[in-house]
């Protein structure tokens, strides 16, 4: 099993930044990689970042690409996203994710293939 648990979401003004965590305990030596996701209301759960653990591959959503940077530390126990130029449009519920078994760029693009989910944290951004 893995837990995770967010901080760091809030409300903050169109073109600001925030800076989410995520914290994982458990069997975080058998993950492959992990993500973040967001939903926003009366929306599906959408794909924003992931990051393989095996060389450090990243991957982004192309709503985020260029503001939006993923990044984990070795021992996999932690993973960030660092979001800047913040948009209305980016006001949702994030959730950080793992994955346990392969770390293809479908794997980790693909928000119905990971395995363990946290409770998600609200990141609401104001025009």
């Known amino acids: 099993q893995v837990q995770l648990v967010e901080s760091g979401g809030g409300l903050v003004q169109a073109g600001g930044s925030l800076r989410l965590s995520c914290a994982a305990s458990g069997r975080t030596f058998s993950t492959r990689g992990m993500g973040w996701c967001r939903q926003a209301p009366g929306k599906e759960r959408e794909f924003v970042a992931a990051?393989?653990?095996?060389?450090?591959?990243?991957y982004y959503a192309d709503s985020v690409k260029g503001r939006f940077t993923i990044s984990g530390d070795n021992a996999r126990s932690t993973v960030y996203l660092q979001m800047n130029s913040l948009k209305p449009e980016d006001t949702a519920v994030y959730y950080c994710?793992?994955?346990?078994?392969?770390?293809?760029?479908?794997?980790?693009?693909?928000?119905?293939?990971?395995?363990?989910w946290g409770q998600g944290t609200q990141v609401t951004v104001s025009s």
């Open positions: 990051i393989s653990w095996s060389g450090g591959r990243t």
């Open positions: 994710a793992a994955r346990l078994w392969g770390e293809t760029i479908e794997a980790l693009t693909t928000t119905a293939k990971y395995n363990y």
